[in-house]
């Protein structure tokens, strides 16, 4: 047996799965409806693509009976990591199937490198601190757009997909911010690490982390507040995971919409006469476990008309642009987001909306693809078009 040196991964929790893993099929389907539920095993449809098949992979590569070779790299990377599989596999691995999945990848670049194009991911990082390789933006421009202190209680962490992609979401998540009037700031981001972990490139990924805590801290603020689901789950998960604290809270935006709600602090004061479906982002859903929160505010919108797909919350179709695949496999990215588009077609919405700028920007890309004629919008660029009244 090979030593094994894996950082995310511990060998119990190796072991766990070599003892566990009987290739039952369980990974392979949603137990409501025996739906398929993995986009790379649906795509590729060979045992290496599903989540069993990748834990074979990572005993043969530990015990040494599989050699490394770049045959292996698309069953290894070709994945979104949705967590669709640890949501269905009974075994008691079930809830580290992702993170061998990424211990795996972390293996995998050490000795036969990402997947093709996803290297940019940490190239770009190096030159402009961002994977998208756009110039880095301090964010200095947009506090004195919106009139932002130094100093504050709060920091908006915007992400780098909302910032370099999604600036409409962005935007509007800043006017929300702004009309709550919660006393907020920006810093100048890194990037979260959130697609350099999901591809198992970790080298930038401890300075970044303590460059960003470093930059909160300075604010003086006690609380960050995110409109991205990766960015969430990263802060909320991974730094932990890579041994960094901090001493703020971290919030989805939709939790503080929630809870200015809940404590009638916020009033709709116009309609939004449509009907949306909402697709659950899995970094949101699966990976921290928050499904009705969402729903509870766009029930709350006047007039909104909420639908389902079929496979919804922990069941839900991923989108497709996660754990690297948008990057490295960038047509079929899209779509496993247009099967998710067929779903949506059937509840007769015209709006589709999430709570992650990687899901709208997927979304959007299909959408746009095949010609569906959604709206594509997140929840906080649904606000944005409301009359709201803050009370104090």
Not at 60 to 69: F, N, Q
Request: charged fraction near 25%; hydrophobic fraction near 35%; include cysteine.
């Amino acid at each position: 047996m090979v030593e094994i040196d894996i950082s995310l991964m511990g060998k119990d929790v190796l072991q766990l799965a070599f003892d566990n893993c009987i290739r039952c099929s369980t990974c392979k389907y949603s137990y409501k409806g025996f739906e398929p539920s993995c986009p790379s095993g649906e795509k590729f449809l060979f045992e290496s693509y599903w989540a069993s098949g990748k834990i074979r992979i990572i005993r043969g590569v530990v015990t040494g009976e599989l050699e490394w070779s770049e045959d292996l790299k698309d069953a290894i990377f070709a994945c979104p990591t949705c967590g669709a599989c640890m949501d269905a596999c009974q075994a008691p691995h079930a809830d580290y199937i992702v993170d061998m999945i990424e211990a795996l990848r972390e293996l995998a670049v050490k000795h036969i490198g990402p997947a093709k194009n996803q290297e940019l991911l940490v190239s770009r990082c190096e030159e402009n601190y961002n994977p998208y390789g756009e110039p880095n933006s301090d964010n200095e421009e947009l506090k004195k757009q919106y009139d932002l202190p130094d100093k504050a209680n709060w920091v908006y962490y915007i992400g780098c997909t909302s910032n370099y992609r999604q600036q409409s979401l962005r935007d509007s998540t800043l006017r929300f911010l702004k009309k709550s009037g919660i006393n907020f700031t920006l810093i100048d981001e890194h990037c979260c690490t959130s697609p350099m972990i999901r591809t198992g490139q970790l080298s930038l990924v401890k300075d970044y982390m303590n460059y960003n805590i470093a930059q909160i801290k300075n604010t003086g603020a006690t609380k960050v507040i995110t409109s991205c689901a990766g960015c969430y789950r990263t802060f909320k998960k991974d730094f932990e995971k890579f041994g960094e604290e901090y001493d703020f809270e971290v919030f989805h935006t939709l939790e503080l919409v929630k809870q200015l709600l809940d404590d009638d602090k916020l009033k709709f004061k116009s309609e939004y006469n449509k009907t949306v479906t909402y697709h659950d982002p899995c970094h949101l859903g699966r990976h921290m476990g928050v499904y009705e929160l969402p729903r509870a505010i766009y029930k709350q919108i006047p007039g909104l008309k909420l639908v389902e797909m079929r496979r919804n919350r922990n069941f839900a179709w991923c989108c497709g642009a996660g754990g690297g695949v948008k990057i490295g496999y960038p047509e079929w990215s899209v779509e496993i987001s247009k099967e998710r588009l067929e779903e949506a077609k059937e509840t007769e919405a015209t709006v589709i909306s999430s709570v992650c700028p990687f899901c709208r920007t997927n979304l959007s890309d299909a959408n746009d693809n095949y010609n569906f004629e959604f709206e594509v919008l997140d929840l906080m660029e649904i606000i944005d078009q409301l009359d709201i009244e803050i009370v104090k």
